[in-house]
């Protein structure tokens, strides 16, 4: 009872390692907000690494907690990209008045007119949101309807991704083609090269992670979260207590495809670029490694998935770029071996290899 | 006095093997009925019809005179009062036992609905195991675990496959007594179960199905004197 009673507050700082990660990203936020020595280089990783981290979260939600494995949120992250590329290149006509490269080399005479209304931020930010929304849902309901589930649902979601990065390497979609969109010159009427730009994009980044974490662990500690985990270990079970798992599946589904889409949203002015290669199917796949990596169903370990992974990867893929695929695969193969569960088991691994699986408490049964 | 289950002239094929056989059967409020048979009789395949997972070929479930279950899907046949215990334990492991129940009490709002879910747990034995995670419990508790998210929601027609399977032999009284227990006017209880011992202590009568098709029906001392029975059956 004392578990029922006790305030959701409370129940949320439980979790110590979820508290000490949030901690650690605001405590980064803070700095990156206030110190004076953080270079614009550094404010940009940074940045970067927390719209992956957001990522990694958004399919944390549904893998780590409802079981469903989605290889395709790449689309969603793409959704947000373009929304914003097609807005920074409004803006940057409007207010330098300079023709963007993407006009010439698709044979256009200017923006597409139906761009237009994207120059405002809260339109392209609702329409990025509401047209991962409608994407996901779609989606969502004809594959839950049909009761697609577990590696089917994640080779059909690996597949649309994959038709469209196919339809945006096409020139005629109207997107820029392989090349995508990018020569983004002012955001909020500031120019890109200013002092600050760099350190409020990461600021915004962080501080978006930081309300998607508490968001996310408020949604799965209540009611709603433990239906999510009844779904995963058993939703035939669920579904004959009289509970339409339908709706559950597609709700937290349309949750994790707007966040994805909100890290999109950040990512491409922080890259000033976006194009096909981020639909391509390894990055989708590298989100799972990356919540695989960290701990799933635990939403800190997404973040230390993403944040340590991508971090390896811009370190060495400056001065070792051939090697990364193979210090990945490594990575992969040595968490899989000695933490089966992530990162996150470090505190309660014993070194003996043979008792691992009794040393380990089975936390989640996801395939 | 209406009838709880009603089936007539069911059938239903998966491919071309034909699992039920144009069968029909009434179950009434108020009895344990057990139904029994060699492997592949169709005894599951006929909880999973009643309880909406597969689907009938052709044939009706009339549920309490009123409700068409083949038409209906699997939450609402629940939330109409059906409900079911699975074969393979099944329960939500990474939750506590006491979140199991609630979920199948269909939450825990009001006093009502903790005192109930609180009493259920006592009447299954779990009462001091209710903060545990449910994958740590033992195959035993687990079964009784189940009954317990399936029974707290006072259903009127209660399904148990299998609910003895892999039990000892007192863990095996303890859930006959929880049987008879649950056995109110007001509520149809549907046993599938190999343990012809655990049967005889707990049904009213039983239903004995060979090959899709109902063998024979009556009471279980009959069942084990009836030549046709002992020879598909009880005689192996």
Redesign the interface.
Known sequence: ?S??KRSLLARALDDRIFVAVTSAVATVLLAAAAWPGLSDYRANIVGQLACFALLAVALDLIWGYAGILSLGHGLFFAIGGYVAGMHLLEHSVAVTGITPDIVQFMGWKALPGWWGPLESFPVALAAALGVAFVVAFLFGWVSFRSRVGGVYFAIITQALTYVAMLLMFRNDTGFGGNNGMTGFQAIFGVPFQSPGVARGLAVASLASLVAALVGCRLLTIG?FG??L??T???E??????????LRLKLAVWCVSAVLAAVAGLLYAPQVGIINPRVLSPDLSIEIAVWCAIGGRGRLAGAVIGAALVNALKFSLSATLPDLWPFVLAGLVILVALIFPNGLLDIGRWRPTLLSRAGALQ????TP | MTVAVLVEGLTVEFGRFRAIDDLSLAIDYGEVRAVIGPNGAGKTTLLDVISGVSRARTGRVLFDERLELTRTSEAAIARAGVRRKFQKPSVFEALTVRDNVEIGAGGARDAAARDRIAATLETVGLAAEADRLAGELAHGQKQWLEIAMVVVSEPKVLMLDEPVAGLTDEETERTAALVRRLRTPGRAIVVVEHDMDFVETIADRVTVLHEGRTLFEGSMARARADARVVDVYLGR
């Open positions: 009872m578990a029922a009611r433990r239906l985990v009844a995963r270990d058993d035939v079970r669920l579904r004959s207590l009289g509970y339409e798992t089975p936390r989640d049964a």
